[in-house]
């Protein structure tokens, strides 16, 4: 049934005036006399370990993963958890070696790195191209599935819907990073608590579909009746190898993708700046160990959605027209639930999309502010008109979006226009991070051509079967490719430039202290150890 009852609207109620308060409550016991960027933008030491974790999943999270990712469970299978549990990994060599240089050197965003490390070019570059990224692509698609899922579970129209997630987010975004963390910390554990209810419902419905004797028989059914959705590695030739490569999710574009998410990102790493070293590692270990947990809330619902589809339950909820749609599954799953549950579900799914909305409009605004406004249209401009400034940015971001996600509904797959116009800056950034953090002789000359040429060589390696026949390379494979060319272009370049050996702009940046504490090493192992035992169960 497409609606809410009216317990649904009271668990809902519930949760939405605990953020509200919770959130002002913060801003209020938190703010300063005298606003400062530092304070705004960062929250400057003020969030703690499990503030930092739980944001940095709550801004990753959002429909997508919901909807799209719950779709692919339902088309693919186990095999799209290899974004989640490859993020953990990642999560550790960011711990490791990318935010202690970060922190070292006092960094506030992403440009300003690549300026003190290359010059303000690089840095003008690519804050422009990130801006436009997030406005565009990332915030835009994330109001538009967001408003999509709300209006297929209830009957709440598309337009309302994205308006209210809207001034949700601008709510809790206008209060700087200090309510945004905390605030997410409630979003999260709405989040899984909801998404855990929908996961038992799912394996409760095939228990009760095949008497396998409760929820863990359920999990038990679903290897049984769907052996061919719990593969972790396409061979070639396989329907969805375009979709995850092969073992190119363990040695190649995988990495690239998910260290450049979170390694080299505004919108994630934006948490961990103005903590402490030890506070913003454990943070994000944290962040880590929920990143592992979520294929069970976002994934085992999809492949239980196609058990059930596959054994005649469902047939007209996950079928228009006579075609079969995956992304219906979620949403079909969640009209099932009783009065109650349904709003709790409800309430996560909401707290996953305005989470996402806040972190990437916090992090539009951090961008223009800092990077184009403070240090190009006014350098002489006070703390008070920066945040001033960064404030307006946010409304103006979300005006933007508004505007455009509505054109989306034209597009079939929403979730593969995000990762498919993301990918265009990946390989780029990510050459222009690992060089400029680990190679001090990398140059100014070579970052520029890696930052110009990124775009134009994805173009041609995602058109390259049209020149010389064969079929489409898929796009971790782009991703890897181009990144090795970038990579060498700038090492060639840099090599050529004989002054880069007496006077390295490299030693603009300060090297860190890798060192970690021996429990820090334990869990990091232990993440590590999960990675691969679950990789190696469902090869």
């Given at each position: 049934?497409?609606?809410?009852q009216?317990?649904?609207?009271?668990?809902?109620?519930?949760?939405?005036?605990?953020?509200?308060?919770?959130?002002?409550?913060?801003?209020?016991r938190?703010?300063?006399?005298?606003?400062?960027?530092?304070?705004?933008?960062?929250?400057?030491?003020?969030?703690?370990?499990?503030?930092?974790?739980?944001?940095?999943?709550?801004?990753?999270?959002?429909a997508?993963?919901?909807?799209?990712m719950?779709?692919?469970?339902?088309?693919?299978?186990?095999?799209?958890?290899?974004?989640?549990?490859?993020?953990?990994?990642?999560?550790?060599?960011?711990?490791?070696?990318?935010?202690?240089?970060?922190?070292?050197?006092?960094?506030?965003?992403?440009?300003?790195?690549l300026?003190?490390?290359?010059?303000?070019?690089?840095?003008?570059?690519?804050a422009?191209?990130?801006?436009?990224?997030?406005?565009?692509?990332?915030?835009?698609?994330?109001?538009?599935?967001?408003?999509?899922?709300?209006?297929?579970?209830?009957?709440?129209?598309?337009?309302?819907?994205?308006?209210?997630?809207?001034?949700?987010?601008?709510?809790?975004?206008?209060?700087?990073?200090?309510?945004?963390?905390?605030?997410?910390?409630?979003?999260?554990?709405?989040?899984?608590?909801g998404?855990?209810?929908?996961?038992?419902?799912?394996?409760?419905?095939?228990?009760?579909?095949?008497?396998?004797?409760?929820?863990?028989?359920?999990?038990?059914?679903?290897?049984?009746?769907?052996?061919?959705?719990?593969?972790?590695?396409?061979?070639?030739?396989?329907?969805?190898?375009?979709?995850?490569?092969?073992?190119?999710?363990?040695?190649?574009?995988?990495?690239?993708?998910?260290?450049?998410?979170?390694?080299?990102?505004?919108?994630?790493?934006?948490?961990?700046?103005?903590?402490?070293?030890?506070?913003?590692r454990?943070?994000?270990?944290?962040?880590?160990?929920?990143?592992?947990?979520?294929?069970?809330?976002?994934?085992?619902?999809?492949?239980?959605?196609?058990?059930?589809?596959?054994?005649?339950a469902?047939?007209?909820?996950?079928?228009?027209?006579?075609?079969?749609?995956?992304?219906?599954?979620?949403?079909?799953?969640?009209?099932?639930?009783?009065?109650?549950?349904?709003?709790?579900?409800?309430?996560?799914?909401?707290?996953?999309?305005?989470?996402?909305?806040?972190?990437?409009?916090?992090?539009?605004?951090?961008?223009?502010s800092?990077?184009?406004?403070?240090?190009?249209?006014?350098?002489?401009?006070?703390?008070?008109?920066?945040?001033?400034?960064?404030?307006?940015?946010?409304?103006?971001?979300?005006?933007?979006?508004?505007?455009?996600?509505?054109?989306?509904?034209q597009?079939?797959?929403?979730?593969?226009?995000?990762?498919?116009?993301?990918?265009y800056?990946?390989?780029?950034?990510?050459?222009?991070?690992?060089?400029?953090?680990?190679?001090?002789?990398?140059?100014?000359?070579?970052?520029?051509?890696?930052?110009?040429?990124?775009?134009?060589?994805?173009?041609?390696?995602?058109?390259?079967?049209?020149?010389?026949?064969?079929?489409p390379?898929?796009?971790?494979?782009?991703?890897?490719?181009?990144?090795?060319?970038?990579?060498?272009?700038?090492?060639?370049?840099?090599?050529?430039?004989?002054?880069?050996?007496?006077?390295?702009?490299?030693?603009?940046?300060?090297?860190?202290?890798?060192?970690?504490?021996?429990?820090f090493?334990?869990?990091?192992?232990?993440?590590?150890?999960?990675?691969?035992?679950?990789?190696?169960?469902?090869?």
């Amino acid at each position: 049934m497409k609606q809410l009852q009216s317990l649904d609207y009271v668990v809902f109620l519930l949760y939405f005036v605990s953020v509200t308060c919770y959130g002002y409550w913060v801003y209020q016991r938190k703010k300063k006399a005298e606003i400062s960027t530092k304070d705004f933008f960062l929250a400057e030491g003020s969030l703690t370990w499990w503030a930092i974790g739980a944001s940095l999943l709550a801004s990753n999270i959002s429909a997508e993963h919901f909807i799209g990712m719950s779709g692919s469970g339902f088309a693919i299978g186990l095999a799209i958890s290899s974004y989640e549990w490859m993020s953990a990994a990642a999560l550790v060599i960011v711990a490791v070696f990318f935010v202690p240089i970060f922190l070292k050197n006092k960094i506030y965003t992403m440009p300003q790195f690549l300026s003190q490390r290359y010059n303000n070019t690089v840095a003008t570059i690519m804050a422009v191209f990130w801006l436009l990224l997030y406005v565009f692509v990332n915030l835009t698609s994330i109001l538009y599935l967001g408003a999509l899922a709300i209006e297929s579970i209830t009957s709440i129209p598309f337009l309302y819907a994205m308006i209210g997630l809207a001034i949700f987010a601008i709510f809790i975004t206008l209060g700087g990073m200090k309510v945004i963390g905390y605030t997410d910390f409630i979003q999260v554990i709405v989040l899984i608590i909801g998404g855990l209810v929908v996961t038992y419902l799912a394996l409760d419905m095939v228990s009760d579909r095949f008497n396998s004797g409760g929820v863990f028989g359920g999990l038990l059914e679903l290897r049984s009746q769907a052996d061919d959705h719990f593969h972790m590695i396409f061979s070639e030739g396989d329907k969805y190898y375009d979709a995850l490569p092969g073992f190119a999710i363990l040695f190649g574009g995988m990495w690239i993708n998910n260290l450049n998410y979170w390694g080299c990102n505004q919108y994630i790493v934006q948490r961990t700046l103005g903590a402490d070293l030890p506070t913003a590692r454990s943070g994000i270990l944290f962040a880590a160990f929920l990143k592992l947990l979520m294929p069970l809330i976002c994934v085992i619902p999809g492949i239980a959605m196609y058990v059930l589809y596959q054994n005649g339950a469902f047939q007209s909820e996950m079928a228009i027209n006579g075609i079969i749609k995956p992304d219906h599954s979620y949403p079909t799953l969640m009209n099932l639930l009783p009065a109650g549950l349904k709003g709790l579900s409800f309430a996560a799914l909401t707290a996953a999309i305005v989470a996402s909305l806040a972190g990437k409009s916090n992090s539009i605004s951090t961008i223009f502010s800092l990077d184009i406004y403070k240090k190009s249209l006014n350098p002489n401009a006070s703390e008070a008109q920066t945040v001033w400034v960064g404030r307006i940015a946010i409304w103006v971001s979300f005006a933007i979006a508004l505007l455009i996600a509505p054109q989306l509904r034209q597009l079939e797959q929403a979730y593969q226009f995000i990762q498919e116009y993301s990918n265009y800056l990946t390989p780029g950034a990510f050459a222009l991070f690992s060089l400029g953090l680990f190679w001090k002789r990398t140059t100014s000359a070579a970052a520029i051509v890696a930052a110009v040429a990124s775009i134009p060589l994805v173009v041609l390696f995602k058109n390259l079967h049209t020149f010389i026949g064969g079929n489409p390379i898929p796009f971790l494979n782009v991703t890897m490719w181009v990144y090795l060319i970038l990579v060498a272009i700038m090492v060639l370049i840099s090599l050529a430039d004989r002054s880069s050996i007496d006077n390295p702009k490299g030693l603009a940046v300060e090297r860190a202290d890798f060192t970690v504490s021996g429990q820090f090493a334990i869990i990091s192992i232990l993440i590590m150890g999960i990675v691969s035992a679950l990789y190696t169960v469902f090869y």
